[in-house]
């Protein structure tokens, strides 16, 4: 790993999955692609930042994140709301030009 707070093992422990019901902390690491991966070339722009539709809250992500979602939009399947302190669903969020996010 060469950045804090992220892994490239799927089988990390630290790692989970799936929207919270409830306000949360984020999660210890996030899942990202490999810088080698990332080095092959994006399909979408690299995007750092988010709304959220449901409560109007702009979120930061780390490069290597944003840099996963341009390379590999599906890659993910929800992201965190520092509003709401919650992940939920990829369809909540939109990108700050307006498309939505994972698409």
């Not at 690299?46 to 539709?53: A, D, E, G, P, Q």
């Not at 709301?81 to 939920?88: D, L, N, Q, S």
Request: hydrophobic share 25%; with cysteine; glycine share 8%.
């Amino acid at each position: 790993m060469d950045e804090k707070g992220v892994t490239y093992d799927r089988n990390d422990p630290r790692l989970k999955h799936g929207p919270d019901d409830e306000p949360t902390v984020q999660q210890e690491v996030y899942l990202v692609l490999t810088p080698e991966e990332r080095a092959k070339g994006f399909i979408r722009p690299v995007r750092t930042s988010y709304l959220h539709k449901t409560c109007g809250s702009h979120t930061t992500m780390a490069l290597s994140i944003a840099e996963t979602y341009a390379r590999n939009p599906s890659f993910y399947g929800g992201t965190f709301c520092v509003k709401c302190e919650m992940h939920r669903p990829l369809d909540e969020f939109v990108w700050e030009d307006g498309t939505r996010v994972g698409s």
